[in-house]
């Protein structure tokens, strides 16, 4: 049920068994699976039911320190978080994607694969995804895309998107919120700052509806605000409190998907890298590395999209006719190539805290997105292998555009994607969260999102941000 004001003190007074911070895609899925096993759940959203204004955005607004950024508009403050703007891409995580590398420092999660797959299946339920088949060959019309080929022993694979709707989370469950029993859901309510109570119990310091302030207490405290907002309470909160919330990696490793549009590729025609549907709900096919590309040291998972393009006018008509590249029922055609990838944990990326105070007097956001050269090159040799294997297969020819690292003044296409803040780690020697998501060093803090993952791979995060909420809500259901 959704509460007043009045009602929210009441409830911060007698207490919940959890609290919830943040009414986004792992803030909803935390209270509605925690619910399901008849926990009391006070979910705290700092928005209202619909898009704030200018006004009420106010402690969004920050300063960009390194590279653009777009800091304000890659967040949505009101209910149902950034799945008001979700283009709905769903992709588990990669295996590899939690194995460490040891080329790249601090990869690898302090969890598997096997431990996370369960939740998966949860996830897709939550997100409405009609299937969580990946396998290009379990999808019987994947044939007819007319993708490339690649053999077991190559260094590239075709991968599987899948789409939510999307799942607008504020919308689809916002009735399932308001008729349970055991969540009471407050809106414009802020989270100010942590205080460490004198049993060593966490306590939230809170402006509600009215800006009236006050603490709200529970068994357990969750975090759910996203990567920006998760890593400013926690520096905030050290930095006026006795407690360390997190220590020296809070605000750290902050990263997010980039794209760069890199070549031009000469192939058959017809070739479909683009959404298509099929018996088991729209599909879209993209190249990856392969698994054994993946074990060479120093390579970072990415993938590559191909989109059709006007003809090269350095090279003629005929040349699309070749026969010694494509058959007598074939043609050329030209596809731009554009690569995306994530970033590998880069400490001097991150998330600082301003001089300059937000609307409610808590200290605005300094961004310093950071992207290392390495992530840059990573996406090079890729492209370079792929040319070779295209070459080499007689699939196609490849055409290198940009060979550059882009100037760090210049902007880039991003996911809007807010990863690594709070890293999940087996110490805090390397992260902020253990891997039941608890903050080193709290008894009863915890953290959910995409800031909690120690590295990202390709794949958009809220399909696995959904499948962390529910292990966690599944971990936290156990305890007493």
């Known amino acids: 049920m959704f509460v007043n004001s009045e009602e929210l003190n009441q409830l911060s007074n007698h207490g919940a068994d959890v609290v919830v911070v943040g009414a986004g895609p792992a803030g909803i899925t935390l209270a509605l699976e925690l619910a399901a096993r008849k926990k009391k759940v006070l979910l705290l959203e700092a928005g209202g039911l619909n898009p704030p204004s200018e006004t009420e955005n106010d402690p969004y607004k920050g300063e960009i320190a390194a590279r653009?950024?777009?800091?304000?508009?890659?967040?949505?403050?009101?209910?149902?978080?950034?799945?008001?703007?979700?283009?709905?891409?769903?992709?588990?995580?990669?295996?590899?994607?939690?194995?460490?590398?040891?080329?790249?420092?601090?990869?690898?999660?302090?969890?598997?694969?096997?431990?996370l797959a369960p939740y998966y299946k949860t996830a897709h339920n939550i997100c409405e995804v009609q299937s969580d088949q990946y396998d290009p060959n379990k999808i019987q019309e994947l044939a007819e895309f007319n993708l490339f080929r690649f053999d077991t022993n190559a260094d590239f694979r075709n991968a599987i998107f899948r789409f939510s709707p999307p799942t607008r989370f504020g919308d689809r469950y916002r009735q399932d919120i308001k008729q349970?029993?055991?969540?009471?859901?407050?809106?414009?309510?802020?989270?100010?700052?942590?205080?460490?109570?004198?049993?060593?119990?966490?306590?939230?310091?809170?402006?509600?509806?009215?800006?009236?302030?006050?603490?709200?207490?529970?068994?357990?405290?969750?975090?759910?605000?996203?990567?920006?907002?998760?890593?400013?309470?926690?520096?905030?909160?050290?930095?006026?409190?006795?407690?360390?919330?997190?220590?020296?990696?809070?605000?750290?490793?902050?990263?997010?998907?980039?794209?760069?549009?890199?070549?031009?590729?000469?192939?058959?025609?017809?070739?479909?890298?683009?959404?298509?549907?099929?018996?088991?709900?729209?599909?879209?096919?993209?190249?990856?590395?392969?698994?054994?590309?993946?074990?060479?040291?120093?390579?970072?998972?990415?993938?590559?999209?191909?989109?059709?393009?006007?003809?090269?006018?350095?090279?003629?008509?005929?040349?699309?006719?070749?026969?010694?590249?494509?058959?007598?029922?074939?043609?050329?055609?030209?596809y731009v190539l554009r690569v995306t990838t994530g970033q590998r944990p880069n400490r001097v990326s991150r998330v600082k805290l301003s001089d300059d105070r937000d609307i409610d007097g808590r200290p605005r956001t300094i961004l310093k997105w950071n992207i290392a050269h390495e992530d840059f090159d990573n996406a090079f040799v890729c492209i370079n292998k792929f040319s070779r294997y295209l070459g080499t297969t007689g699939q196609g020819r490849l055409k290198v555009e940009m060979e550059e690292v882009p100037e760090p003044s210049r902007a880039l296409d991003v996911g809007m994607h807010h990863i690594g803040t709070t890293r999940m780690a087996p110490s805090?020697?390397?992260?902020?969260?253990?891997?039941?998501?608890?903050?080193?060093?709290?008894?009863?803090?915890?953290?959910?999102?995409?800031?909690?993952?120690?590295?990202?791979?390709?794949s958009n995060p809220t399909l696995t941000i959904v499948a962390l909420a529910a292990r966690l809500a599944d971990h936290i259901g156990k305890l007493g």
């Open 68 to 115: 653009p950024y777009p800091l304000t508009s890659s967040r949505l403050r009101y209910f149902g978080g950034t799945s008001n703007h979700w283009g709905g891409w769903v992709r588990p995580l990669d295996r590899e994607d939690f194995e460490p590398n040891e080329d790249i420092p601090y990869s690898g999660w302090p969890i598997d694969y096997d431990e």
């Open 180 to 334: 349970s029993s055991y969540i009471f859901c407050a809106l414009n309510t802020q989270l100010l700052h942590l205080e460490c109570s004198p049993s060593g119990r966490t306590t939230l310091v809170c402006l509600d509806s009215r800006k009236n302030r006050l603490s709200v207490g529970a068994k357990q405290l969750i975090l759910a605000m996203g990567g920006i907002e998760n890593a400013r309470t926690l520096l905030y909160s050290s930095a006026i409190g006795p407690r360390d919330f997190g220590g020296d990696w809070v605000g750290r490793c902050f990263a997010d998907h980039f794209a760069l549009a890199t070549s031009l590729v000469l192939a058959r025609s017809e070739i479909n890298y683009d959404r298509v549907t099929t018996s088991s709900g729209d599909v879209m096919a993209k190249i990856a590395p392969s698994r054994n590309m993946l074990r060479q040291a120093g390579i970072g998972n990415l993938m590559i999209s191909l989109y059709p393009s006007k003809r090269d006018e350095t090279l003629g008509v005929r040349y699309l006719e070749n026969r010694t590249f494509f058959k007598e029922s074939e043609r050329g055609w030209h």
């Open 428 to 458: 805090k020697n390397y992260g902020v969260v253990n891997k039941d998501c608890k903050v080193f060093g709290t008894p009863d803090l915890y953290v959910a999102g995409s800031s909690i993952f120690p590295t990202s791979g390709y």
